[in-house]
């Protein structure tokens, strides 16, 4: 998307993006679609469609074939994950997170003897991966997390927990960031690859969850786990600005999902307007439902507009975390504004479970606070643009 050519600038997708576009909507239709209520109902995790995700490359996206991935790039990314989120943005949600956060972590920083032991099996959905930044006291504060690595010989011995995990229970392989020099607070931080195998390390708590029910979401324990020297990615003290980075192609993948999940609430509001009939015509017939419907169009293009621009950006190798941030932003809230929009046009029918517009408002509202809040997205957004002003 965004090619430049002989006449200007083509938004046009190539005729094999178009190609997994198809292939990832077909999947969604057929293997998703009919089995979204039951898991948000049971917020059992979908293993069975993991382990097809899986076996189609789609949870191996951005690794190279060497090491076992479909070598696609952030447009492919994003295109998968949007398609998915259109019809259940819970399953999209897992596919984003154990593609960017903990495969892609491990890919990019991680020896080519970690690439081969963890990666491999990652990539080729044989396991899941898990991501760990965020604790109890510690969110957007990342400085302030309490978990620690203390090196002892050919070992570090790592001591803490972690909140709010994707595939905190599911997922066998994990991206661990904890303090090794406590007091140079986030210069501090490294990253770990830890698995489940490792004795003192599990899950805890599952959370009960408003929305996303099927993405499975825990608290991670760290009780003195022996972490081999060798599972350390980077450097001692890389693992903050490794983590801001994973962040920054996160974000992209975060506003890809948010989009799909507007366009499947605008998607089935458009059906209800034309099917509900009232005062003698259908709803869209009527000026305030077509207004409505009009403006809710607009800005899911503008938020895939913008969705696409930063990964375009991304996939060229140039910076991208201002455009990252602001994709996040703007498709995350649009996301939000679209799902209860869509549950107004339905009227009273939007707030029961029949209809699929009251789970895509319950699993909205987490887009604008995962990988960074909408207030985080703000600033990110505001000091680049002071570092633009400063350097002119």
Not at 135 to 164: V, W
Not at 199 to 211: D, L, Q, T
Request: proline content about 3%.
């Amino acid at each position: 998307m965004y090619e430049v050519v002989s006449h200007g600038v083509s938004f046009a997708f190539s005729q094999e993006q178009e190609q997994i576009r198809q292939l990832a909507r077909e999947f969604a239709e057929a293997e998703i679609r009919p089995h979204v209520a039951y898991y948000d109902e049971t917020q059992e995790f979908p293993h069975e469609i993991f382990r097809k995700l899986g076996e189609l490359g789609f949870l191996g996206i951005l690794i190279p074939p060497d090491c076992g991935g479909a070598g696609l790039g952030a447009i492919e990314c994003a295109i998968i994950v949007e398609e998915i989120a259109r019809i259940c943005p819970a399953v999209a949600l897992g596919v984003a997170a154990h593609n960017g956060l903990c495969t892609y972590h491990i890919y990019r920083y991680g020896s080519q003897a970690l690439r081969e032991r963890y990666v491999r099996p990652l990539a080729q959905g044989e396991t899941l991966g898990a991501w760990g930044l965020t604790e109890p006291g510690s969110g957007s504060d990342a400085g302030a997390m309490q978990t620690i690595a203390i090196r002892d010989g050919d070992h570090y011995i790592l001591r803490g927990s972690k909140n709010f995990i994707t595939h905190g229970n599911v997922g066998s392989i994990a991206v661990i960031m904890a303090k090794t020099d406590p007091a140079k607070g986030k210069r501090g931080i490294s990253a770990f690859v830890v698995d489940k195998s490792m004795p003192g390390f599990y899950a805890s708590k599952k959370e009960n969850k408003v929305g996303m029910r099927c993405s499975d979401t825990a608290s991670l324990v760290l009780d003195d786990v022996r972490v081999p020297a060798t599972n350390l990615l980077g450097q001692e003290g890389e693992g903050f600005q490794q983590a801001l980075a994973i962040l920054d192609g996160g974000r992209v993948t975060i506003a890809a999902l948010s989009v799909g999940l507007a366009q499947g609430a605008f998607e089935a509001a458009m059906k209800y307007a034309q099917e509900r009939i009232q005062f003698g015509k259908p709803l869209i017939e009527h000026q305030a439902v077509a207004m409505k419907l009009a403006r809710m169009n607009m800005e899911i293009e503008a938020a895939r507009l913008l969705t696409y621009r930063a990964a375009w950006l991304r996939d060229r190798g140039e910076p991208f975390r201002q455009e990252a941030s602001q994709a996040k932003l703007f498709a995350s809230e649009i996301a939000v504004r679209t799902a209860e929009d869509a549950i107004q046009i339905h009227g009273g029918y939007g707030y029961i479970k029949e209809f699929p517009v009251e789970k895509y408002w319950r699993d909205s509202k987490l887009l604008t606070i995962g990988e960074g809040t909408s207030e985080i997205q703000r600033i990110v957004i505001a000091r680049s643009l002071l570092e633009q002003y400063r350097s002119k």
